[in-house]
């Protein structure tokens, strides 16, 4: 079976993910298919992969390097759409993350087949409702092969013809025939969760910009502001020991290898994307516990000091004036 099938993608030193997502996609799809908006990369091995990328015939634009266009990438995913089934039509176009990996699940069983994966996008061939991919598996970086279902975050995708309007984030769409949804056997592996390093260098990266100065303090105020990217205020405010602590009672995981024996088959080293097996020593785990109660002081001081502030403030309102 053949379909033509667009991927297309937006992101900004994806330094871990960007060639592993590459070389599995090119496998799935081919080169002359895959779109890459480069969001503004300074990293230098990122801009060595979008350089080799573009050399075997990926299409890659750079000219969407402000942090604006990434609030935009549904308008401009959909325009891409839009004037692809104008001029060199596909079967399929989805819209897509770097740190996702194109997957079906076949009669309850998880799978990354280019067959498997073909086989389920057929009979939506030419179908004008908005196609849905109605939960991801999320990776652990502590554990190899361990995800956990996600049924709380559909996604959009479009069969040729279909797509009119897209949302950021790509989690609603319009079809020209409206609003109508088709859920599909077409699933994700995302590996959202990176070994905390990176977990915290792609986080500050998302807010930096919001936030004049990275300090704890902004960022708890932030993070309750459920403002644009709160999450990775979140995210920031985070201690490596309390990041793995949720790994270690992470709920209703299930096991499949399907995606890493893809990547043993294309050669794709994945340590990297696993935490280093140095933490796991006795002296590396008392240290993180020592940043953890550090940071846990800081932030209580931080809140006794407000609080004083506040108290201070509120007898000099009370003074009688003179």
């Known amino acids: 079976m053949s379909l033509k099938i667009a991927l297309i993608m937006m992101q ?24 890459i908006y480069d969001n503004g990369s300074t990293d230098t091995k ?8 573009e050399n075997i015939g990926l299409k890659i634009n750079r000219t969407y390097s402000h942090q604006k266009d990434y609030y935009a990438r549904g308008e401009i995913f959909a325009d ?5 089934d104008a001029s060199n039509p596909h079967d399929f176009y989805f819209p897509i993350d770097c740190d996702e990996f194109l997957a079906c699940d076949i009669d309850g069983k998880l799978s990354c ?17 908005v196609l849905t991919i109605p939960h991801k598996y999320v990776n652990s970086p502590y554990h190899i092969n ?15 013809g279909a797509c009119e309007a897209l949302s950021d984030g790509f989690h609603e769409g319009k079809s020209k025939d409206g609003n109508q949804e088709r859920q599909t056997k077409i699933t994700y592996i995302e590996f959202h969760y990176k070994p905390y390093a990176d977990h915290m260098r792609l986080s500050a990266q998302k807010i930096d910009y919001l936030i004049p100065r990275l ?23 985070e ?27 294309l050669n794709i080293i994945t340590d990297p994307l696993f935490s280093d097996q140095s933490t796991n020593t006795r002296k590396a785990q008392i240290a993180i516990r020592a940043k953890h109660l550090a940071m846990k002081a800081q932030d209580k001081a931080e809140e006794v000091l407000a609080h004083l502030r ?7 309102r009370r003074l009688p004036r003179f």
């Open 12 to 35: 900004k030193n994806e330094s871990l993910l960007l060639e592993p997502w590459i070389r599995y996609h090119v496998d799935l799809i081919g080169t002359s298919s895959i779109f």
């Open 46 to 53: 990122t801009l060595t992969t979008l350089a080799d990328a």
């Open 80 to 84: 891409l759409i839009k004037s692809l």
């Open 113 to 129: 087949q280019r067959d498997d994966i073909l086989a389920s996008l057929a009979p939506l061939i030419r179908d004008g409702e």
């Open 146 to 160: 361990r995800y956990s279902k996600i049924t709380n975050c559909k996604k959009c995708f479009f069969a040729q």
């Open 215 to 237: 300090t704890r303090k902004n960022l708890a105020a932030y993070a309750k502001s459920k403002r644009s990217n709160y999450h990775a205020a979140h995210a920031l405010l």
């Open 239 to 265: 201690s490596e020991y309390s990041y793995r602590r949720y790994f270690a009672n992470q709920p209703s995981t299930t096991f499949n290898s399907c995606l890493l024996d893809r990547f043993k088959d």
């Open 310 to 316: 506040s108290i201070a403030g509120f007898v000099k």
